[in-house]
């Protein structure tokens, strides 16, 4: 019975905000996981008899063989995802399967031919899929489709030479040497921030951390006989969707040939529709990505571009010559572009802002709480056999804080160095107050996100943006802004993806050491993949174009946002900025109606930062995962249970298939190989 107070006593309740195209279906059902992981069942697979093996055998060199190969794979498939539309779904599952199939399968086929391997451990399953996630959140994280890309010349060129605050000469043509350069110096001080407070926030804190709880929940339901045959059958359905999504992919290939051509351009509504992206695509990867994503993220990307593409664009397209000049390109900052690019940044700072504040304040509330009842020990709150078992775990293999701290003073005396060196406008001093206050920011950050799962690191960024854009002037401003951007956001977001790997570590008894070690190689990888991998599609493709598929919308998003950052609302078309106020007020009040209305009418209100989305990239990605939901919503009805274990495969499989032929087609393009045909749509009168 104390045990069962205590459970519940610990149970949190779920959190009331959603981290946008980052929240997997899974975690409407996140929080029975975490039950469950309390259940006896779970916590008998989570210490399994036999020792826990010591941490340098949870590090071996055909897990790191495997982390290098599913994460390669993974960079190449988010790489597309970033250079499209910006919206990544959360894959960590299907990395954790995979890692389990390769190295599981390994250990059998060494067994069948009579060769005696090291038994797979959940232990080193946790280090592989640290190491896997690290080196393709690289590609996710590191700016490829947001600061870093919008310091090239075609996105300076799309903001406009002539406008204000977008200096000649501002910008920096990407290159694999100082892009990776660039990451080594920002990625690894993240790692060390926060390595002496661990155990404040995993043990005395007991922060929650549900993505890296649902993952240790996952991982250890591998290594049960129960899991492993299920695991089985999701392997079975990933492999199957993979192979169609990857041969479909290479069909629609011979169809493309050309300018709008292909099934991508298929006009589902009609011509007109067609005209204004209201069309099904056939893109088995936002398919994928929709099946992933909850209900709600879905239904707000098809409501965002009803509202914009539907109803707002083609209004203020009437008004050409009374709003903006009729003479100047539709791509023009001045022109319908600008309306474009500055209503998406506003709903996207509205409830980037808004969530920042609630973070704050709850981190802030829950450490007072925390600091008033340290002093009182309650019965529900002694530790039962497996907590302590955990915990003796977790602080056993510490990393000496000592090295900690000397770790962080060189890498960030580094970074001092080598930054303005690759960008004169970046002054020392500024780096020198970002890795200065990067403690406290990365420490509130894993806080908030360790209480709710929203990790704000994309926000903190921004408010270094618009701070630097500010303080550098007209001269320097912009691309101070947008390094200034990378290096806090990038030491912040690894900061708090570390304490989840952390809370998995402490539910698998895995060693932190191991697990750090894991996440410094895994991020090393990244940073030589990441950039080597972008360069190939920046090459292959026509990256930034509007008009195309790959439009990296985040890039103009930022550089427009640095260039508000110097100029301020000079910098905006005519009515603009009353437009803004109005798209912001909204994004405010929607979260307030969300956090404030009774949960069944709360959960209705639409998100305003998904529904910024489709301003600038169009209607049709929005269709594909809305067409993913309405899968996922018909399998439910006819087989739940079913539904509920292959879902996170089969989409993962769709994702995977598509996203990796995106590899073989760049080589064509960079072969100058043409698909040999052009199948287009044209009307008849």
Not at 2 to 21: D, F, I, T, V, Y
Not at 168 to 189: C, D, H, Q, R
Not at 356 to 382: G, H, P
């Amino acid at each position: 019975m104390k045990q069962e107070r205590r459970r519940k006593h610990l149970r949190p309740s779920p959190p009331p905000g959603l981290e946008l195209a980052m929240a997997p279906r899974a975690r409407e059902g996140r929080f029975e996981e975490i039950r469950e992981l309390d259940g006896d069942d779970e916590l008998g697979a989570g210490h399994a008899p036999g020792r826990v093996p010591p941490w340098r055998e949870q590090l071996t060199a055909r897990g790191m063989v495997a982390s290098l190969a599913v994460g390669a794979m993974y960079s190449v498939i988010v790489m597309k995802l970033v250079l499209t539309t910006g919206l990544v779904p959360t894959l960590n599952v299907s990395a954790a399967l995979i890692a389990f199939v390769v190295l599981r399968g390994w250990t059998k086929a060494l067994a069948r031919l009579g060769v005696v391997a090291r038994p797979f451990t959940r232990q080193e399953n946790t280090v592989v899929q640290t190491c896997a996630v690290a080196c393709y959140s690289i590609a996710v994280g590191g700016g490829f489709g947001s600061y870093l890309l919008a310091l090239d010349k075609k996105t300076y060129e799309m903001a406009g030479e002539d406008t204000q605050g977008n200096v000649p000469g501002s910008y920096k043509e990407p290159g694999i040497a100082w892009m990776t350069g660039f990451l080594l110096a920002v990625s690894f001080v993240g790692i060390l921030a926060l390595v002496p407070l661990r155990k404040i926030m995993i043990i005395d804190y007991k922060l929650t951390y549900p993505s890296g709880t649902a993952t240790a929940v996952l991982i250890n339901g591998f290594h049960t006989p129960h899991g492993d045959a299920m695991a089985k059958k999701q392997v079975n359905g990933f492999t199957k969707y993979f192979g169609i999504s990857f041969f479909w992919s290479f069909f629609q290939w011979f169809f493309s040939g050309g300018d709008n051509c292909g099934f991508s351009q298929f006009p589902t509504f009609g011509l007109i529709a067609w005209k204004n992206s209201f069309l099904f695509d056939f893109s088995l990867t936002y398919v994928g990505a929709g099946m992933i994503c909850s209900y709600l993220v879905n239904l707000s990307l098809l409501l965002g571009a009803i509202l914009s593409w539907g109803v707002m664009w083609p209004l203020i397209s009437d008004l050409e010559g009374d709003w903006y000049p009729s003479n100047i390109p539709e791509s023009s900052m001045s022109s319908l572009q600008g309306y474009k690019a500055f209503i998406c940044i506003a709903l996207i700072l509205g409830d980037g802002l808004y969530n920042f504040a609630k973070i704050i304040a709850l981190t802030i509330k829950n450490l007072i709480e925390k600091s008033k009842l340290k002093n009182t020990k309650k019965e529900e709150d002694i530790p039962v056999l497996d907590d302590l078992h955990r915990n003796e775990v977790f602080v056993r293999d510490s990393l000496p804080t000592w090295l900690a701290y000397c770790g962080y003073i060189a890498l960030s005396v580094l970074a001092v160095i080598a930054i303005p060196m690759m960008f004169h406008e970046m002054k020392w001093y500024y780096v020198v107050i970002a890795y200065v206050l990067a403690p406290a920011l990365g420490f509130c950050n894993a806080y908030g996100a360790g209480l709710t799962d929203m990790n704000m690191a994309y926000n903190y960024g921004k408010v270094a943006l618009f701070i630097l854009a500010a303080w550098a002037g007209k001269d320097s401003g912009v691309v101070a802004g947008l390094v200034g951007c990378g290096l806090v956001k990038s030491l912040v977001t690894i900061s708090a993806d570390l304490m989840h790997d952390f809370k998995t570590g402490h539910l698998t008894l895995t060693s932190p050491r191991s697990m750090l070690i894991a996440q410094a190689i895994g991020t090393a990888m990244g940073c030589v993949i990441g950039p080597l991998t972008f360069m190939l599609f920046y090459k292959a493709f026509d990256i930034g174009n509007p008009e195309g598929p790959w439009k990296a919308p985040y890039a103009l998003i930022y550089r427009n946002m640095a260039i508000l950052g110097v100029e301020g609302f000079s910098a905006l078309p005519l009515h603009c900025l009353q437009l803004c106020y109005g798209f912001f007020g909204f994004a405010v009040v929607a979260n307030l109606m969300r956090d404030l209305f009774p949960a069944k009418y709360g959960r209705w209100v639409p998100l305003p930062m998904a529904m910024g989305v489709p301003f600038l990239v169009g209607a049709s990605f929005a269709i594909d995962m809305c067409v993913g939901s309405l899968v996922v919503f018909i399998w439910h009805r006819f087989d739940r249970s079913k539904a509920a274990q292959m879902v996170p495969a089969v989409a993962s499989g769709l994702i995977c298939g598509d996203g990796l032929w995106i590899f073989p087609s760049a080589l064509l393009a960079l072969a100058k190989i043409s698909p040999p045909l052009c199948m287009a749509f044209r009307s008849t009168h």
